[in-house]
């Protein structure tokens, strides 16, 4: 790989990886350790890519692996509270950061999988190649955390309408 060429898959897909790695770890720093391991193995990497699309599905592959490793880590730093994260990464749109909220609580193997067929746009088969599973284990997957997701959701909405009640007023 040409340093022309790292260059570019680095500028394409860095956001990508860091993303990923979030969502698998729920620690930009750790998500950023990854994404510039991941970005270390593309520059020292032999391999000759057929096209963008190769490249891209090796870096997730390379970044999902990288993620697990970080899990599995005796070093492995706790996370952000929720509350800190909040705050530096909530969208504009409060409908969109409620979603974001919830998909960050789930599980790791149910947020990750909902990271890249959401948010990063793989397909089902693509999402089973990056994280090395079953196309049949990552629809379950999806399944539960849509259910798990349409749960949470309707919870907080009956909280917030529970908040929003006005006591009626006894003479």
Partial sequence: MTDESFAQAARTYGDTVYRVAYHALNNPQDAEDVMQTVLLKLYECKKEFESDEHIKHWILRVAVNESRRALRSFWRRTSVP??????????????????????????????????????????????????????????????????????????????????HVRPEIVP
């Fill in 82 to 163: 929720l509350e800190e994260w909040r705050e530096t990464a909530a969208p504009e749109d409060p409908a969109k950061a409620e979603v974001l909220e919830a998909v960050m609580a789930l599980e790791p193997k149910y947020r990750l999988a909902v990271c890249l067929y959401y948010y990063e746009g793989l397909s089902v088969a693509e999402t089973a190649a990056a994280m090395r599973a079953n196309v049949s284990t990552v629809q379950t997957w999806l399944l539960r955390a849509r259910a798990r997701l349409r749960k949470e959701l309707a919870q907080e909405e009956e909280r917030e309408e529970s908040v």
